[in-house]
């Protein structure tokens, strides 16, 4: 079955760099996503990638992903105290109206 | 981006009753919505997919007779928790998609507590 894999904590120091790691079984994903989620609140889209893609950058933001390995990175260059939050990795399955099958979540400190 | 809003936002009811989340669209269409729970530190599991105008698909292990889900505009759909228990209490996201999108735009949860 699917299942996508997460560490569970992160916790870096302001301006530092953070990089949030990701792995999923299932090589039919045509879409992986990151979603951000700060406390009592809904998730919030930050990115996402096509499998036929090697990376994507946007602002801090940068997606690396790693067809062969399974493996899906989101690194946050400059991390602020404002990106502390959870991030969750999520894949699509079954093409762009796939339901997605999301990780734990990382909970991401930011140390001032 | 798009915005997809929950109501109420937190809930509190006694075991036995029923209570209705709202989740709506409110500057697109929503061909698709679904559903979604998360228990305290975990990750979110789909309960449910539903298209405008049909039936929901339920995932494996959801009750359809308990979580009632209604889609019945492009704008709206409704999650019913019916005999709410308190293994009901739970953080449920919906969250909404056009047709022509790529991204499932999430609303903001609703916090259920059953006592």
């Known amino acids: 079955g699917e299942d996508v894999e997460q560490s569970l904590f992160l916790s870096v120091r302001e301006g530092d760099s953070s990089v949030i790691n990701c792995t999923y079984t299932?090589?039919?994903?045509?879409?992986l996503y990151w979603y951000k989620q700060e406390p009592g609140a809904g998730l919030q889209l930050l990115t996402y990638?096509?499998?036929?893609?090697d990376m994507k950058q946007d602002q801090r933001l940068t997606v690396l992903l790693n067809k062969k390995d399974k493996h899906l990175s989101l690194r946050i260059a400059d991390t602020q105290t404002g990106d502390s939050a959870i991030y969750f990795c999520?894949?699509?399955?079954?093409?762009?109206?796939?339901?997605?099958?999301f990780g734990k979540g990382t909970k991401l400190s930011v140390k001032p | 981006g798009a915005v997809v809003s929950q109501h109420p936002s937190r809930v509190i009811c006694k075991s036995g009753t029923s209570v209705k989340i709202e989740c709506r669209s409110l500057?697109?269409?929503?061909?698709?919505m679904f559903w979604y729970r998360q228990f305290p530190k975990q990750s979110l599991m789909l309960m449910a997919t539903?298209?405008?105008?049909?039936?929901?698909?339920?995932e494996q292990g959801v009750e359809k007779d308990k979580f009632l889900i209604n889609h019945a505009s492009l704008t709206l759909s409704t999650l019913t928790v019916t005999s709410a228990h308190p293994e009901d209490s739970s953080f449920y996201i919906c969250?909404?998609?056009?047709?022509?999108?790529?991204?499932?735009?999430f609303g903001p949860g609703t916090r259920l507590t059953v006592t």
């Open positions: 969250s909404a998609r056009d047709s022509r999108a790529l991204e499932q735009y």
């Open positions: 299932d090589s039919s994903s045509t879409y």
């Open positions: 990638i096509f499998s036929n893609m």
């Open positions: 999520a894949e699509s399955i079954g093409g762009s109206q796939g339901n997605l099958i």
């Open positions: 500057d697109f269409q929503a061909t698709t």
């Open positions: 539903s298209n405008e105008g049909s039936k929901a698909t339920y």
